[in-house]
């Protein structure tokens, strides 16, 4: 028999015998009837006794036709949760894909979910029970005992006050030692945090470790460049932008750091240090795709919206006797995101 | 057969009255009940997907190159987690199903402790008796939101890189102690490779282990304190009306716990979740464009994009821009929540324990100031994606910001203004109502209880 007809037949199968059982329970030729307590069909108490619920033993038969849709309704999802987890054991053995293995785990747990939940509704007494609550507050001579309690056993520390200051001691030791154990996981903060990696004399080199020229960029190109042995290091990114000389209106002091309209910045943000990944050439501005801060390149790229504060770094160029592109010096100042003492 | 077991248990740990009392515990029954018994159960699905992932998943940063199943991939360098959740998604039978599920379930977990908080905070269930399950609640969200944080930045892919160097970049903006603090949690500057184990160890064993505790906790107290309820005919602050947790409660419980991890299941088979394997394994100089954290970051996210570029200078010293919105703000906001019941007795001169709850329009200054903030949360939440919402409205990025910027402070107020209407006059209906029903009671010549009456 192929795969298919197989699972013909089992749906055959289980449609006959939920059909069967149906049945059965509607007619009320089977089930066992529910067995209430007298107490129960009175009603609800207001405040049950301390005994509990089930005192009276006296018990009637009662078999209702909510009752009887009740069973038939749990029976379904039953049936159809035992279904659809012999489904997914089925999917999960062959392999199958993800949406059908969930898809029938999904099936089976509804299933049995609402099985359970269809059980307390039709086929569970519903009795609202009211009970007093008891103050939390103890009584007034409860509270008192327990303080004096208490104070009877301190006042045997009390008298030993060496000890005590001893003990007090020994606990700040401990608590020293357990938070020291957190150096392990710190790094120091210099020279880490104020690295700045290039400097002066350094070839600019692209990822694929090519150095850069004069003529490598048209005006309203980019490209991320590194410094000469420190490829791919996340601190030291730098982008390189080319534009018209004419526009540059970078400040007195940084007015030989483009040659040619090069300009390098650090391409980490300062505002929370994603790499800025973008250059809009019509408008000259760099962009960070995490928070939408831009930064003008002809300015020194001063933060023109978005959330950014600080300028990104600027790494002086020239170019040499080659024509290859060489940093001038380090960045203006640390790159990457601004903190405490980060500001020099 | 029971009795048997009953006794056998019994002879050795003297249980069968506190049993019957267990059986016979009155909660109240309203659907708003069982906001934490989803967030619950969402956690008990996240424990048992978890603990089938932390068999596959390799928290290692170890570098290799990619050889496996997934085609796109081949021959691109990675470190060894992501290469672990690859061979999870599809080298393991069922693995993508679970990692999926456990992602969902991690979602719908703190999106129930978040709707419980609010049911708790407009009903005032916060008041005393009940202050310490409050703190130890609000400290569950706050393990949540962290464990959230840690869980997908573990992956090793790229999105999880820019969130690994946005929360570090909000560490290190703390003034003074920032820069360790940072140096210590992330164990260097961002990307550093010993970052991922210890998140990892975080997302597993310690915050689950403090989760679980603090659980256990908030539900022990729930059991002395008892649940509170409704107000309604017979409800007062000296009684308990619901149904028994033996059978009714126990099957229908049992029952919600089927279908959370029903809806969590389906989720995690039909809604695509985190497909790391379309953002490429993490490379220090790539970025994703229209990134967003999950759902329960955004409103810090959203907050860190509209604030403006505000930095202050002391002397040689910076508090960087990312310090108010990335920490103060949420820092703050926890705070005011924490303290909440004190001002609450403060400003209502009510210092008595209350186990009948208290309609939202009783407290209408509260109920506009809790719509008031999750409408201000809200729309930070919507500028968490105003990228997203510029390419697809063809507007710039700068006209939404703006427009977001005056609506962060227009639309809570002119949510505070109307829900505080709103109260004001379902107050006066409910008094109005009270009075025709004490009316006509009195026409009848009936005796009033006064207890009932003032409860309704």
Redesign the interface.
């Known amino acids: 028999m192929s795969e298919g007809e197989d699972r013909e037949a089992r749906k055959g199968a289980w449609l006959l015998m939920m059909f069967a059982l149906g049945w059965r329970m509607v007619t009320g030729r089977s089930g066992k009837s529910r067995r209430v307590t007298s107490a129960e069909a009175a009603g609800p108490r207001d405040f049950p006794l301390p005994s509990g619920r089930d005192a009276d033993t006296e018990t009637q038969a009662v078999t209702s036709g909510r009752e009887r849709w009740g069973t038939l309704l749990v029976a379904c999802s039953l049936i159809a949760a035992i279904a659809a987890g012999i489904g997914f054991l089925f999917i999960y053995w062959t392999d199958g894909g993800n949406k059908l293995l969930g898809g029938t785990l999904a099936l089976s747990f509804a299933g049995f979910g609402i099985a359970l939940i269809l059980w307390s509704h039709f086929l569970m007494a519903h009795r609202e029970a009211t009970e007093p609550l008891e103050p939390l507050l103890s009584p007034e001579e409860d509270r008192q005992t327990a303080a004096d309690d208490f104070c009877a056993g301190a006042r045997d520390v009390k008298r030993r006050s060496l000890l005590k200051l001893m003990i007090v001691a020994g606990a700040g030791v401990f608590a020293a030692m357990f938070v020291s154990l957190l150096r392990s996981f710190g790094a120091p903060i210099e020279p880490a945090l104020y690295q700045i990696v290039w400097s002066r004399g350094q070839r600019l080199m692209t990822a694929d470790n090519k150095p850069v020229s004069i003529h490598s960029l048209k005006p309203g190109d980019s490209v991320t460049v590194f410094p000469e042995g420190s490829i791919g290091n996340d601190h030291a990114q730098t982008v390189l932008v080319r534009v018209k000389e004419q526009f540059l209106r970078l400040p007195a002091d940084r007015a030989d750091w483009a040659p040619m309209g090069y300009l390098a910045y650090s391409r980490v943000c300062t505002h929370a240090g994603c790499p800025v990944g973008m250059f809009e050439s019509q408008t000259n501005l760099l962009l960070c795709p995490c928070h939408q801060s831009t930064f003008n390149v002809l300015t020194g790229a001063e933060p023109t919206g978005g959330p950014a504060a600080r300028p990104l770094p600027q790494l002086p160029l020239y170019a040499d006797s080659e024509g290859l592109l060489r940093a001038g010096g380090r960045f203006s100042s640390i790159p990457g995101p601004g903190f405490w003492g980060g500001q020099q | 057969m029971i009795r048997r077991i009953g006794r056998w248990f019994d002879s050795r740990l003297h249980l069968a009255q506190p049993a ?1 009392e267990a059986l ?1 515990h ?1 909660f109240p029954d309203h659907w708003s009940f069982m906001l934490g018994e989803i967030a619950l159960y969402s956690f008990v699905v996240l424990i048992i997907t978890g603990s089938f992932l932390a068999m596959f998943f390799n928290g290692s940063t170890a570098h290799l190159i990619y050889h496996g199943p997934y085609r796109a991939l081949d021959g691109v360098e990675m470190s060894a987690a992501y290469q672990s959740v690859l061979h999870l998604c599809f080298g393991v ?2 693995g ?2 679970i990692r ?2 456990h992602h969902w379930a991690a979602l719908i977990f703190i999106g129930a402790i978040v709707v419980h908080v609010a049911r708790i905070f407009f009903t005032g269930a916060f008041r005393r ?1 009940r202050e310490i399950n409050w703190w130890i609640g609000l400290t569950l969200l706050v393990l949540a939101l962290s464990n959230g944080y840690f869980g997908y930045s573990i992956l090793g892919d790229l999105l999880s890189g ?1 969130g690994m ?2 929360g ?3 560490m ?5 102690i ?3 603090l ?4 992330f ?6 490779d010993v970052t991922i184990p ?1 998140m990892y160890g975080l997302h597993i064993f310690v915050v689950p282990a403090a989760i679980s505790v603090l659980l256990a906790l908030h539900l022990g107290i729930i059991w002395r ?2 649940h509170t309820n409704y107000p309604g005919p ?1 409800r007062t ?8 947790i033996w ?3 126990t ?2 419980s ?6 959370v ?3 969590i ?2 989720l ?3 809604v695509q979740i985190d497909p790391v394997w379309i953002y490429g394994p993490y490379d ?8 967003q954290p999950d759902w329960y970051l955004a409103w810090v996210e959203g907050a ?8 202050i ?1 002391l002397g ?7 310090f108010f ?2 920490i103060l703000f949420p820092v703050l906001f926890f705070i005011v929540l924490y303290l909440y019941p004190f001002f609450d007795k403060f400003i209502t001169h009510d210092n008595q ?1 209350h ?1 009948v709850l208290r309609h939202p329009y009783e407290q209408p200054f509260q109920t506009a100031l809790g719509c008031a903030v999750f409408m201000f949360l809200f729309v930070l939440f919507v500028a968490a994606g ?2 997203v919402i510029a390419v697809a409205t063809g507007t710039s ?2 006209t939404i ?1 703006l427009i977001l910027r005056i609506l962060v402070f227009v639309a809570p107020a002119v949510t505070g203004i109307i829900v505080y209407g709103l109260c004001i006059l379902s107050r006066h209906r409910h008094a109005r109502g009270l009075e025709r029903a004490l009316e006509s009671a009195s026409a009848e010549g009936r005796l009033i209880s006064g207890e009932n009456e003032v409860t309704q």
């Open positions: 019957r016979n009155v039978p069922a993508l199903l999926q599920m008796p820019a160097r946005i570090y970049s909000m290190l903006s703390i003034p003074i920032g820069p360790w940072a140096f210590l949690f164990g260097g500057r961002v990307p550093v210890r304190q008892k017979g602050d000296h009684t308990i009306t619901g149904s028994r059978p009714t409660y099957a229908k049992i029952g919600l716990f089927f279908l991890f029903a809806v299941a389906a995690g088979a039909l220090p100089i790539a970025i994703l464009p229209g990134a860190m994009r509209l604030f403006p570029g505000v930095n200078y040689p010293y910076l508090i960087p821009e990312v919105p990335g324990p186990h105003d990228d990025v700068v910001r």
